[in-house]
């Protein structure tokens, strides 16, 4: 395949979008056939958020927040009041009785909070003079507030008042956030997770207190994500995937993924090298509520939520770490990787015999450290049901860079951002072409003043 090589650093003023590109049809199902490069950061792109079904957000280094027409590539709007990097972005949603409203929320590495208007570019509220930089923000629609993560915990409202605060003693500050029932929050800081949980008061006031910490983790959490309302999942830098009870926060399950341990391994041997971290670190998860896919150093790993057992994984996937993942169906998945490609993969049987892999790959009941409660002993392979491998479907290269992440708009296609300081759109050929005729035929009807329709 042709690798377009679209890098180079550009003037903040300049926005440019690319002639429509072709990948071409060597793969027959890749449908991202057709690509339109974007222009307009002049740092990395690390954040993509979608507004409604026709926009989408993106931000990075450059300070810069940029508001994109995804069916057309038109930049709609530039953003401007950060002085530094953005290192987090989110929506904010407000429904009144008139109508329904999203906002977006951004923070910054000059300890800054904004609240943007997406449809006229306004910094509608600042919050000024942090105490530290946020990390992440977490949105809670069902009490109308959200929450901002950084050495301490703060939850505000919508006009951007603040409601209460924790700190923390963690080195690191929290990292990721997600919520869980019953008002909770869960906090990623170092190696431990928090649970938080809000009180609303009869004055409709806010207060929080910590409930418990888990510190099952031996190393830093990378990932944490909520799976349904009676599950949340964590990933750490050792390879460590652990499933929690959202409601007491127990542990359900916890698997150690050692990609480079063989089949004949036994749990008795001892290692003489350890692992290298980019081989076990868990950078991403995503769900669909039946499937966790971690994302863990160069490879990929689909668990089942509902048997508790692995269903398909590849070693290898891409030629570095893979940044962030996607379920598109439960047989189908994408992934993007600090090699610059974007990848398609489908669940196939796996032939006989079996890809090397680790006793504690499938003994995901085995908890295998000292001061855990007994567990059932680990199931031998073949009592676990068939797993299936990942086989490439389309490889999708067009950035020069690390690709960060990436956001799927259905039919319209998916959006990419990069370390190459640009946007990609990736969309079907034959629907664009299509879309394209159409738009012709009608110009050349209004034209000739027909009334009626060429078809």
Same mark, same amino acid.
């Given at each position: 395949m042709l690798r377009w090589i679209l890098g180079g650093r550009e003037s903040h003023g300049a926005v440019e979008k690319s002639p429509v590109l072709c990948i071409g049809e060597e793969q027959p199902q890749n449908w991202f056939t057709e690509l339109q490069v974007l222009k307009g950061h002049f740092d990395i792109v690390r954040f993509l958020v979608q507004i409604d079904d026709f926009r989408c957000a993106s931000a990075g280094d450059d300070g810069l927040i940029f508001v994109w027409n995804v069916e057309t590539g038109e930049k709609l709007l530039e953003l401007r009041g950060h002085s530094q990097q953005i290192t987090a972005l989110t929506t904010l949603t407000c429904t009144t009785e008139d109508a329904t409203h999203t906002s977006l929320i951004s923070a910054s590495s000059d300890r800054t909070l904004s609240l943007w208007d997406p449809d006229t570019g306004n910094r509608v509220q600042t919050i000024s003079d942090l105490q530290s930089s946020v990390k992440c923000l977490l949105v809670l629609e069902r009490l109308c507030v959200w929450v901002s993560g950084a050495a301490e915990l703060c939850v505000w409202n919508k006009d951007f008042q603040l409601q209460c605060q924790r700190h923390n003693q963690s080195d690191t500050g929290i990292t990721s956030m997600i919520e869980l029932p019953k008002n909770c929050i869960a906090a990623a800081m170092d190696k431990e997770i928090v649970i938080y949980r809000l009180t609303v008061s009869t004055d409709f006031s806010l207060s929080m207190a910590e409930m418990r910490c888990l510190s099952d983790h031996q190393d830093n959490i990378r990932a944490l994500i909520l799976v349904d309302d009676g599950l949340f999942a964590s990933g750490s830098h050792v390879g460590e995937l652990i499933l929690w009870d959202s409601t007491d926060w127990n542990i359900l399950a916890y698997e150690h993924i050692l990609w480079e341990e063989s089949q004949a391994d036994t749990q008795s041997e001892i290692r003489l090298t350890a692992p290298k971290p980019s081989e076990m670190s868990? /950078?991403?998860?995503?769900?669909?509520?039946?499937?966790? +896919?971690?994302?863990?150093?160069?490879?990929?790993?689909?668990?089942?939520?509902?048997? *508790?057992?692995?269903?398909?994984? #590849? #070693?290898?996937?891409?030629?570095?770490?893979?940044?962030?993942? @996607?379920?598109?169906?439960?047989?189908?998945? %994408?992934?993007?990787?600090?090699?610059?490609? +974007?990848? %398609?993969?489908? !669940? /196939?049987?796996?032939?006989?015999?079996?890809?090397?892999?680790?006793?504690?790959?499938?003994? %995901?009941?085995?908890?295998? #450290?000292?001061?855990?409660?007994?567990?059932?002993?680990?199931? *031998?392979? %073949?009592?676990?049901?068939?797993? #299936?491998? +990942?086989?490439?479907?389309?490889? +999708?290269?067009?950035?020069?860079?690390?690709? /960060? !992440?990436?956001?799927?708009?259905?039919? @319209?296609?998916?959006?990419?951002?990069?370390t190459d300081h640009l946007l990609i759109l990736w969309k079907n050929r034959e629907r664009q072409s299509h879309l394209r005729s159409l738009a012709l035929f009608k110009k050349l009807e209004d034209n000739d003043g027909l009334g009626h329709s060429v078809f």
């Amino acid at each position: 395949m042709l690798r377009w090589i679209l890098g180079g650093r550009e003037s903040h003023g300049a926005v440019e979008k690319s002639p429509v590109l072709c990948i071409g049809e060597e793969q027959p199902q890749n449908w991202f056939t057709e690509l339109q490069v974007l222009k307009g950061h002049f740092d990395i792109v690390r954040f993509l958020v979608q507004i409604d079904d026709f926009r989408c957000a993106s931000a990075g280094d450059d300070g810069l927040i940029f508001v994109w027409n995804v069916e057309t590539g038109e930049k709609l709007l530039e953003l401007r009041g950060h002085s530094q990097q953005i290192t987090a972005l989110t929506t904010l949603t407000c429904t009144t009785e008139d109508a329904t409203h999203t906002s977006l929320i951004s923070a910054s590495s000059d300890r800054t909070l904004s609240l943007w208007d997406p449809d006229t570019g306004n910094r509608v509220q600042t919050i000024s003079d942090l105490q530290s930089s946020v990390k992440c923000l977490l949105v809670l629609e069902r009490l109308c507030v959200w929450v901002s993560g950084a050495a301490e915990l703060c939850v505000w409202n919508k006009d951007f008042q603040l409601q209460c605060q924790r700190h923390n003693q963690s080195d690191t500050g929290i990292t990721s956030m997600i919520e869980l029932p019953k008002n909770c929050i869960a906090a990623a800081m170092d190696k431990e997770i928090v649970i938080y949980r809000l009180t609303v008061s009869t004055d409709f006031s806010l207060s929080m207190a910590e409930m418990r910490c888990l510190s099952d983790h031996q190393d830093n959490i990378r990932a944490l994500i909520l799976v349904d309302d009676g599950l949340f999942a964590s990933g750490s830098h050792v390879g460590e995937l652990i499933l929690w009870d959202s409601t007491d926060w127990n542990i359900l399950a916890y698997e150690h993924i050692l990609w480079e341990e063989s089949q004949a391994d036994t749990q008795s041997e001892i290692r003489l090298t350890a692992p290298k971290p980019s081989e076990m670190s868990i /950078q991403h998860l995503t769900t669909n509520g039946k499937l966790i +896919l971690a994302a863990v150093g160069s490879g990929l790993y689909v668990y089942s939520v509902w048997t *508790k057992a692995v269903v398909a994984y #590849r #070693r290898v996937a891409h030629d570095s770490n893979i940044l962030h993942t @996607m379920l598109l169906s439960d047989s189908e998945l %994408m992934s993007c990787s600090e090699d610059g490609s +974007l990848r %398609m993969w489908e !669940m /196939q049987d796996l032939p006989l015999p079996a890809e090397p892999a680790s006793p504690g790959f499938f003994g %995901m009941w085995s908890f295998g #450290r000292s001061g855990k409660a007994p567990v059932p002993p680990t199931k *031998k392979i %073949m009592e676990l049901p068939s797993v #299936r491998t +990942l086989e490439l479907t389309g490889d +999708l290269i067009g950035h020069s860079g690390a690709v /960060q !992440m990436f956001l799927s708009f259905g039919e @319209m296609g998916l959006v990419t951002c990069s370390t190459d300081h640009l946007l990609i759109l990736w969309k079907n050929r034959e629907r664009q072409s299509h879309l394209r005729s159409l738009a012709l035929f009608k110009k050349l009807e209004d034209n000739d003043g027909l009334g009626h329709s060429v078809f």
